[in-house]
């Protein structure tokens, strides 16, 4: 079992920058390729990021590339996701999750292909 905490989320103005982390416990966290997805009351859960398990690879919804950038800390068994120039459409429950592969294999953007998963941060963007 993987435990996943998510903190950062919060209201910010449009414009503005959040970071979200996502802290895990349990098996050790260098063996899942990583992914944060997002969700709000009128959508269905949305990838927005994910990076392999050397953190070598990253890839991104179009909505999110060029402003937000996912990373990992092994030591600190951390993700994060550094989020700029946020707009009002960013506004939603932001998801980390995990998923066991092995070394090399493809990053995915299924929510149903991670094993584990966060109860989600709020992050509000105002315009």
């Known amino acids: 079992q993987v435990q996943l905490v998510e903190s950062g989320g919060g209201l910010v103005q449009a414009g503005g920058s959040l970071g979200l982390s996502c802290a895990a416990s349990?098996?050790?966290?260098?063996?899942?390729?990583m992914g944060w997805f997002r969700q709000t009351p009128r959508t269905e859960r949305e990838f927005v990021a994910a990076?392999?398990?050397?953190?070598?690879?990253?890839n991104y919804t179009d909505s999110v590339k060029g402003r937000f950038t996912i990373s990992r800390d092994d030591a600190k068994n951390t993700v994060y996701l550094q989020m700029n120039s946020l707009k009002p459409e960013d506004t939603a429950l932001y998801y980390c999750?995990?998923?066991?592969?092995?070394?090399?294999?493809?990053?995915?953007?299924?929510?149903?292909?991670?094993?584990?998963w966060g109860r989600g941060t709020q992050v509000t963007v105002s315009s």
């Open positions: 349990g098996r050790p966290f260098s063996g899942f390729a």
């Open positions: 999750a995990a998923r066991a592969t092995l070394s090399g294999s493809r990053l995915t953007r299924i929510s149903f292909a991670y094993d584990y």
């Open positions: 990076i392999s398990r050397s953190g070598g690879s990253t």
